[in-house]
């Protein structure tokens, strides 16, 4: 299958990547004297930071997981043949919806979303249905689907030409559903709706996947680059083009890493290094040296970007390592580069966070998906805190998603150290061994 061109317009070519012929001398012609030799690159002194609790990003985390358990109930019921769910189908659903409570209780907490009513043969089977307020949201969220069609098209087609065999397992991608703002019925409806996008196929050990058909070069720039060509740096981005400087990515360290002489030189030497499009084959770059490390960063940021809520589970990242032509350990990237991600440990889960995409707990750029979800997290609210005094007392009508919105409060949360010595960092080495097991 024919993909196109292997690299992107912002490749570097490959010549600079490896060492130059026999004889052949230093000039301005030859940009490989420009740059440190790539099988060098090995040396950066690196700095391992202490882990450091941000609030704010872990209270996302934290009230996005009943939020995502919600809408994958509501979409469950939906597609139920009678309508409803009873309790028994649902019991062992927990550790699927990612819960710490049980289903049930769960179910219970928001009666404007879901109403509770006795089976017709068995009086003491509960079971669920949706309220008119949340097919009111279901139909509002399907609008969005449609408006939005061509960007999630967009997004779905990115994620496989980051792919080093431009496929992805169905497993794999129905577990980032949420998070890459795919709806309900991608499978059956949007991928056969775009032939020329994406073909389904199995892979040489039976399992289905999704593969990529044609190769877009328009898709074939990846956030970074998008943004600083949109920046007032235009001229550091002409010469980015050049070869003749690299791009370097946004940092936000946590408070009093910035400061730190050894952090700072650390973090200059990373950025020097050349940039690497997450959408060119780097299977030649030599695995061991700093540039596949800054190539790494370069993916998972990628990545991370292309989702609604600019995160993921590393869980997720971690089923596509060898399709993203990652190292084994690839996970102490997010410890590492405390200024680009962050790492949090609520609910139960490791979850990946890229900081850029965050400004005191809120998107910088929501999505026209993230703002409807934070509307259907107000109602879950409201239905909690009316819970014992009937759904009755809640409007159903259209502006109740409005209404609910503006009564909430922004809380401003800071950074809180979780360490209580002065040391900051400390060295790091090829020996040093990160736990890849789940929190």
Same mark, same amino acid.
């Given at each position: ?30 940009? *490989? ?6 099988? #060098? ?23 996005? $997981? ?7 109930? /509501? ?6 043949? $009678?309508?409803?769910?009873?309790? /028994?189908?649902?019991? !062992? ?12 209780? *769960? ?24 309220? !008119? ?12 689907? #449609?408006? #939005?069609?061509? !960007? ?96 370097? *990515? ?35 770059? !030599? ?43 690839? $996970?102490?990237?997010? $410890? ?38 934070? /509307? ?64």
């Amino acid at each position: 299958m024919f993909f196109g061109p292997r690299k992107s317009f912002t490749s570097i070519p490959r010549f600079l990547l490896q060492p130059p012929a026999e004889g052949l001398k230093p000039s301005h012609h030859n940009l *490989f004297f420009l740059l440190p030799q790539c099988h #060098q690159w090995r040396g950066i002194a690196k700095v391992r930071l202490k882990w450091v609790k941000n609030r704010s990003l872990d209270h996302v985390i934290d009230t996005e $997981t009943d939020l995502k358990a919600a809408c994958l109930l /509501k979409d469950a019921i939906k597609r139920s043949p $009678t309508g409803f769910l009873t309790a /028994k189908s649902f019991a !062992d659903w927990q550790k699927l919806l990612g819960l710490t409570v049980p289903v049930l209780r *769960f179910l219970r907490r928001y009666p404007t979303l879901f109403r509770e009513f006795p089976h017709d043969r068995y009086a003491n089977l509960p079971c669920f249905k949706l309220t !008119d307020t949340a097919l009111l949201l279901d139909s509002q969220e399907q609008s969005i689907y #449609q408006n #939005q069609e061509n !960007d999630t098209v967009e997004r779905l087609s990115r994620v496989l030409m980051m792919m080093k065999n431009r496929i992805v397992p169905l497993k794999s991608l129905h577990s980032l559903r949420w998070d890459l703002g795919l709806p309900d019925n991608c499978e059956k409806i949007l991928v056969p709706k775009y032939p020329c996008h994406f073909q389904f196929v199995k892979a040489s050990n039976g399992i289905p996947c999704l593969r990529l058909a044609k190769w877009h070069e328009e898709f074939a720039a990846s956030a970074l680059e998008r943004s600083n060509e949109a920046s007032e740096t235009r001229d550091q981005y002409r010469q980015f083009k050049r070869g003749q400087t690299a791009l370097a *990515f946004p940092m936000n360290f946590p408070r009093g890493y910035g400061a730190q002489k050894k952090v700072r030189a650390w973090m200059e030497e990373f950025q020097k290094l050349p940039y690497i499009s997450p959408y060119e084959d780097s299977r030649h770059i !030599d695995p061991k040296t700093d540039l596949m490390e800054k190539r790494a960063v370069g993916v998972l940021h990628e990545f991370l970007s292309l989702t609604i809520q600019k995160k993921t589970k590393r869980n997720y990242l971690r089923s596509l390592r060898e399709e993203l032509n990652l190292t084994h350990k690839f $996970t102490r990237l997010f $410890t590492r580069y405390p200024g680009i991600f962050y790492l949090s440990l609520k609910c139960k889960t490791t979850t990946v966070v890229l900081k850029e995409g965050y400004r005191r707990g809120k998107l910088t750029d929501p999505h026209p998906l993230a703002n409807f979800r934070e /509307k259907f997290y107000h109602v879950m609210r409201t239905g909690l805190l009316y819970r014992g005094r009937g759904v009755n007392m809640i409007s159903q009508e259209n502006n109740l998603l409005d209404d609910i919105e503006n009564e909430t409060e922004e809380e401003e949360m800071e950074e809180e150290e979780c360490v209580t010595d002065d040391e900051c960092f400390g060295e790091t080495s090829d020996t040093d061994d990160e736990s890849d097991n789940e929190e």
